[in-house]
Structure formats: C-alpha cells, structure tokens
C-alpha cells in the first residue's frame, strides 16, 4: 500500500476571524461533499493548472511559480491516484485539499493559486469536465452494445419470430427485427450522448462567482488548454446553468437506461419457460435457496431496475431547482444525485455487451409459437393488393381466421414480404451498423 500523504492544514477556503461555524451545522452543510468530490477531484486539478497557466500568461503569478504549482499538482494527481494522498473528513471539499497541498508543499506560493476565481467557478469546470468524460463513456459502452445486438441480428435476420403488442401475439417477426430495434435503439442513444456534449462544451472558468473578476483573465486560452470548445460568456448565466447541466446529464442517461430495461424486460420475460425464445448465459443467472430447479434472471431483474434509480436522481435534481438568479448552496444536493446515475448507468451498461452475447436464442422455439392468426393482417394487405377496399379487406380477413389454409401461413414468406424500409424483409441493418461506428 502507497505511504499516505497528511497535509497540515485543512481549513475552510472561506476562513477568517470571526467565521467559525459549529461543528454539527458544519458537518450538516458538507454533508458528503468531500467523498463525492473523489470522483471530481483530478478534474478539479487539472483545470486549477490550467488557471494558473492563465494567471502567468497575463503576468499575474510568476512563471516560475506557475511551473513548481504545476509540478506540486502532478504529485498531488500522482498521489491521489495511488492511494498516497486520501481525499476524507479532514477537508471540506476538494477544492480545500488542492490548495492545502500547494500550501504545505509550497508556502505562500501555494496561496497565489486562487486569485482570479470562486469555489463557483471551481466546481462548474470540474463538473463540466466530469460530464464530458462521462458522456464520452457511456456513448461508447451504447455503441458497444449497439454493436453486440446487430451481430445477433445480422446472426439471424430473417428467423421468424412472433410480434407482439399488447403482450397478446400479433403478426410474425424476426429475430433481425427484434435485435435490430436494440442496435438502433442504442446508437439513438450514443448519439444523444454526443448531442449533450456538445451543449455543455463551455468553460465556465473565469466567470468566479456569476459577477465575473476585475481582472483581464486569458478565459479563451485556459478554456482551450482544457479542450472545452468555447467559453460560457455571461458569468450570470453560468451560475443558472448548475443543476440544469447536471439534470440533463441525468435525462440523457435515463434515455440509456430505457434501451437497458426494455431489453432486460425483453430477456426476462422470453427466457421464460411458457416462451423459451431465450436462454441466459450460466454467468447471469442464479439459483434458489431452496428451490433446485430454479436458475433465475437476476441480471436482467437487476438492469431493469436500475433504470429506477436514474429516474429517481433525475426527479431529485429536478426538485433542487426552480431557484432566483445567482449560486445558491441548493445545489450541492445534485451532486450525489448525479454521481449516483452516472455509477449505476455506467456498470449496468458495462455486462450488456456479455448479456447478449452469452444468451443463445432458441429459433426453432420461436418459429413454433406461431399460429394461423397472426397472418390475417398478411391476408388483409393481400385481398386489398388485389383491389378490394382495405376495410372491406379488414373484415373478410378476421372472418376467414378460424379457417386460414397452411398455404397462407408461411412464416418466412410473410417476413421477407414485408419490404417496405427498415421491415422485416429489408432490414437495413448496414445503415444501423454506420451510425454505430466510433465518432
């Protein structure tokens, strides 16, 4: 185990004679901020190089100073990483360790560092670069599982399979179909990924406390040493834009985790024994404490239900909102939130991939569960093809149903008719697999 660093002073940012605050109000304000901020924390570092990389270009902290704060920052990075330096109870925020750190390591070097910005603005670009990182991930993992859904339709494209609505069987599918409906679903979902981050690529650094600083601050040039593609301008606007960022991180995590429970829902349900269209991989089921029969969906039970836990963070953001112009402490209860749908969203993502393509899909099963009444939309269309009215075409088909002829009922001919774009017969599932490839 790494040698743990103790930095010698941890006190609040905002500490002068006369402000002490009880220790029970103190710790009721932190909360766990200080735990949370282990997932912020190298962001937090890295942009505070950064704005001292700004500071020295327009001659604010020497270049010498900036580059032993730079060097002091790597170590802390360094440390932080390997367990040497804990991020706990000793700190307020993270924001408190960074600059403890610089001091101790430092002096009054290290007490330079913060000129030119508010724990406002600290917090808004390590968040903003935590949501980006964030977005990146989880478009990746959707295209990953886009990716093993259309090997599994490409697998079977044309396997007839019942469709359903209702719950209640309705016209005959295929498996290219079904599995088709994730590859598309989850590259829906990449892409929105790719959406968000790009209307949150704005630095907010250099706007302090939403009144901006009465200094020439280089924000364009720390906001491109950051990768951030613009800056945010109105520092007011900044200010208004936590929470809502964090909100629509969630909501765009949420439309992931849809994709996630229908296809749990789809795997649970068929991998059932009155359907028996799927059978789950050994590595995502488990048995019985008493029942040796049993070999139970857990997997899927649990990806269903961890959509509900990124549907809750979201109504608990939204909650927290509805706030006048200007930083109000509200806010802090949408970090756990957030960081609590980002855990959640990226491990469920993380065993899709494997879910699909460990399950096998019993065809032969699904072809069985046909029966003669899901072809009468087929004999419908037929009777309307040959000039009856379709409604006309409508009633005859349901009469005829109890007396369909097998001739009528051919499974693979009904799919590879349905050829209209994007149908079971005409699938496209290329046009799907392009907007799957990495961006």
């Not at 190089?49 to 500071?55: D, K, P, Q, Y």
């Not at 408190?96 to 913060?114: P, Q, Y």
């Not at 005959?172 to 679903?185: K, R, Y």
């Not at 939309?377 to 009633?395: E, I, M, N, S």
Request: glycine letters at 8%; a negative charge; one cysteine or more.
């Amino acid at each position: 185990m790494s040698e743990q660093h103790e930095p010698a002073g941890a006190s609040p940012l905002w500490s002068k004679p006369g402000a002490a605050v009880e220790a029970d109000a103190m710790a009721f304000m932190s909360r766990d901020d200080v735990i949370l901020d282990r997932e912020l924390f190298p962001f937090d570092i890295r942009a505070t190089r950064a704005h001292v990389n700004g500071l020295a270009s327009i001659g604010l902290i020497e270049p010498s100073d900036a580059a032993a704060i730079g060097e002091a920052l790597a170590e802390l990075d360094s440390l932080f990483a390997t367990g040497g330096f804990v991020l706990d109870e000793r700190f307020e925020d993270g924001h408190t360790a960074i600059e403890s750190f610089l001091v101790e390591r430092l002096g009054e070097t290290g007490t330079r560092v913060h000129l030119g910005r508010s724990r406002n603005d600290q917090v808004a670009v390590a968040m903003r670069l935590y949501m980006i990182e964030v977005l990146d991930r989880v478009a990746g993992a959707c295209r990953a599982i886009g990716r093993s859904a259309l090997r599994a339709a490409k697998a079977h494209e044309f396997a007839p399979m019942p469709g359903y609505t209702h719950l209640q069987r309705a016209v005959p599918s295929t498996v290219g179909l079904w599995m088709g409906s994730f590859a598309e679903g989850f590259a829906d979902c990449a892409e929105l990924c790719d959406l968000t981050r790009g209307w949150l690529d704005a630095s907010p650094l250099g706007t302090a406390a939403g009144y901006g600083v009465n200094l020439p601050l280089a924000r364009e040039a720390v906001a491109s040493e950051l990768g951030f593609a613009r800056i945010q301008v109105n520092p007011m606007a900044a200010q208004a834009s936590r929470g809502r960022l964090e909100h629509q991180i969630v909501a765009t995590l949420w439309q992931a985790m849809q994709e996630v429970r229908r296809l749990a829902w789809d795997y649970s349900l068929f991998s059932a024994e009155e359907f028996g269209f799927v059978t789950l991989g050994p590595g995502f089921v488990t048995g019985s404490s008493i029942m040796p029969n049993k070999k139970n969906p857990d997997m899927a039970e649990l990806l269903r239900a961890s959509a509900a836990v990124v549907g809750g963070a979201m109504g608990e953001i939204q909650q927290a909102m509805s706030l006048p112009s200007g930083y109000h402490r509200d806010l802090q209860v949408t970090k756990p939130a957030l960081v609590r749908a980002v855990k959640v969203s990226l491990e469920a993502l993380s065993h899709i991939p494997r879910l699909i393509e460990t399950a096998t899909l019993n065809t032969e099963r699904m072809a069985s569960a046909m029966d003669p009444a899901m072809f009468a939309t087929d004999h419908a269309v037929k009777l309307a093809g040959d000039g009856l009215p379709f409604r006309d075409a409508y009633v005859r088909a349901a009469e005829a149903i109890g007396g369909m002829r097998d001739e009528d009922c051919d499974a693979d001919a009904s799919v590879r008719a349905r050829v209209s774009p994007g149908g079971c017969g005409a699938p496209m599932l290329d046009a799907i697999e392009a907007r799957l490839s990495e961006s």
